[in-house]
């Protein structure tokens, strides 16, 4: 097919050494699943027609390791997501779990005409613009996460709170619309490029109306969208765009912690697969961590470059061998000693807290998990009180 020859040669396909480290590298192929990126490569380069009909490229985490190893730099996460965009034109989407209701929320904000209470969750303490300012802060889903995740004992929104509290702190009055659409993040990694370009659209014109020069992200995944895939829709010029935890280490000096905090904690932090292996994001959440009195920071076996993913990226994943990578992750932060583990995007959280409510595992896998926004944001309440 002209389509996956095409796709073979704007990816690197054709490159490919057949060595095998793909495979190796893969934590579903790892966890025993038969699923191999190097067939999928293989079979791309034959122009095979079954790749983009079997659905088994939605096995993929994208998490981009095998990207990272690969030494014919062959992009296999591109590659994966262009043979997606064929497979759902062909009428081939995964398997959503939760019944699909989040897909089904993403599309009805692409279509548009339907009011969001996007700003309940705002409380009076917290200063924010709704129309024009030179600091936007982009709030992704986390208010339609907690209300999906009751179950988890999710509080996705503290984090979202904390973002506004700490850009408060430094004299700075967010713009937070109450028109921001889900990023779109999802859909296009699912092959549904129509409707996340109704998403992106809407939102470029959004935070451009507004002002803003400077456009802050908490979720790993919102970010990696806005600096990348929105970048072919931008007009004119973007704005800066940034981490929350690259924001806040810009303005480290400026923040003023306890000097005598309560008690010491020991904490690992979860690099997420869009913030790290995409974005090449490391030192910024670690700089924050690093700077707050009583936390101290010890690496999982596997973090930076290295990170295990938490298995859930696109609602696309969610089987055994999904379960097993995140039951191993959550024991490499166990050994670490740390008795939290800290994370910079709302659906490691997510997929971790699944993960915890195992009743076969008990306390085996569980450990307390927050946002890294809510320890800074502790910290500096602290000083305030």
Same mark, same amino acid.
Not at 353 to 365: Q, T, V
């Given at each position: 097919?002209?389509?996956? *020859? @095409?796709? $073979?040669?704007?990816?690197?396909?054709? $490159?490919?050494? +057949?060595? %095998?480290?793909?495979? *190796?590298?893969?934590? #579903?192929?790892?966890?025993?699943?038969?699923?191999?990126?190097?067939?999928?490569?293989?079979?791309?380069?034959?122009?095979?027609?079954?790749? /983009? +009909?079997?659905?088994?490229?939605?096995?993929?985490?994208?998490?981009?390791?095998?990207?990272?190893?690969?030494?014919?730099?062959?992009?296999?996460? %591109?590659?994966?997501?262009?043979?997606?965009?064929?497979? !759902?034109?062909?009428?081939? @989407?995964? @398997?959503? =779990?939760?019944?699909?209701?989040?897909?089904?929320?993403?599309?009805?904000? $692409?279509?548009?005409?339907?009011?969001?209470?996007?700003?309940?969750?705002?409380?009076?303490?917290?200063?924010?613009?709704?129309?024009?300012?030179?600091?936007?802060?982009?709030?992704?889903?986390?208010?339609?996460?907690?209300?999906?995740?009751?179950?988890?004992?999710?509080?996705?929104?503290?984090?979202?709170?904390?973002?506004?509290?700490?850009?408060?702190?430094?004299?700075?009055?967010?713009?937070?619309?109450?028109?921001?659409?889900?990023?779109?993040?999802?859909?296009?990694?699912? %092959?549904?490029?129509?409707?996340?370009?109704?998403?992106?659209?809407?939102?470029?014109?959004?935070?451009?109306?507004?002002?803003?020069?400077?456009?802050?992200?908490?979720?790993?995944?919102?970010?990696?969208?806005?600096?990348?895939?929105?970048?072919?829709?931008?007009?004119?010029?973007?704005?800066? /765009?940034?981490?929350?935890?690259?924001?806040?280490?810009?303005?480290? =000096?400026?923040?003023?912690?306890?000097?005598?905090?309560?008690?010491?904690?020991?904490?690992?932090?979860?690099?997420?697969?869009?913030?790290?292996?995409?974005?090449?994001?490391?030192?910024?959440?670690?700089?924050?961590?690093?700077?707050?009195?009583? #936390?101290?920071?010890?690496?999982?076996?596997?973090?930076?470059?290295?990170?295990?993913?938490?298995?859930?990226?696109?609602?696309?994943?969610?089987?055994? !061998?999904?379960?097993?990578?995140?039951? &191993?992750?959550?024991?490499?932060?166990?050994?670490?000693?740390?008795?939290?583990?800290?994370?910079?995007?709302?659906?490691?959280?997510?997929?971790?807290?699944?993960?915890?409510?195992?009743?076969?595992?008990?306390?085996?896998? &569980?450990?307390?998990?927050?946002?890294?926004? @809510?320890?800074?944001?502790?910290?500096? &309440?602290? *000083? +305030?009180?």
């Amino acid at each position: 097919m002209p389509d996956i *020859a @095409e796709t $073979a040669r704007t990816t690197r396909a054709w $490159a490919c050494y +057949d060595c %095998g480290k793909c495979t *190796a590298t893969c934590p #579903i192929a790892r966890a025993g699943s038969n699923y191999t990126p190097r067939r999928h490569v293989l079979a791309t380069n034959l122009g095979k027609r079954e790749i /983009i +009909d079997n659905g088994s490229l939605f096995d993929c985490l994208t998490c981009s390791l095998c990207d990272q190893r690969c030494p014919a730099d062959v992009g296999y996460t %591109g590659l994966v997501r262009k043979l997606r965009e064929l497979s !759902f034109r062909e009428g081939v @989407e995964p @398997e959503c =779990p939760h019944g699909g209701a989040l897909q089904s929320v993403m599309r009805t904000m $692409a279509k548009g005409g339907t009011k969001q209470n996007r700003l309940e969750w705002l409380s009076s303490d917290l200063k924010t613009e709704p129309k024009q300012g030179e600091v936007f802060y982009w709030t992704g889903c986390t208010m339609y996460y907690d209300t999906f995740f009751t179950d988890f004992q999710l509080a996705t929104l503290e984090a979202t709170r904390a973002a506004v509290r700490l850009m408060n702190n430094l004299g700075v009055t967010p713009v937070v619309s109450p028109d921001e659409r889900c990023c779109g993040h999802d859909l296009l990694w699912n %092959g549904d490029r129509k409707n996340f370009e109704l998403l992106a659209r809407h939102n470029i014109k959004l935070v451009a109306e507004r002002g803003a020069e400077t456009l802050v992200i908490s979720c790993a995944e919102c970010l990696r969208t806005w600096k990348l895939d929105y970048e072919p829709l931008f007009e004119g010029k973007p704005p800066r /765009i940034l981490h929350l935890t690259e924001y806040l280490a810009e303005y480290l =000096p400026k923040l003023k912690f306890h000097a005598n905090p309560p008690a010491k904690r020991r904490v690992t932090f979860q690099d997420p697969c869009r913030l790290g292996r995409h974005l090449g994001i490391y030192d910024a959440p670690r700089r924050m961590l690093e700077a707050l009195p009583g #936390i101290e920071l010890v690496e999982m076996r596997r973090s930076g470059p290295a990170a295990i993913c938490c298995a859930g990226g696109t609602w696309s994943n969610c089987d055994r !061998f999904a379960k097993q990578i995140q039951v &191993e992750r959550l024991r490499e932060a166990r050994a670490t000693g740390a008795d939290m583990m800290v994370t910079a995007c709302p659906k490691c959280q997510i997929h971790f807290r699944c993960a915890m409510k195992d009743p076969n595992l008990g306390s085996e896998i &569980e450990i307390e998990m927050r946002d890294v926004a @809510e320890l800074v944001a502790d910290a500096l &309440e602290k *000083a +305030d009180g």
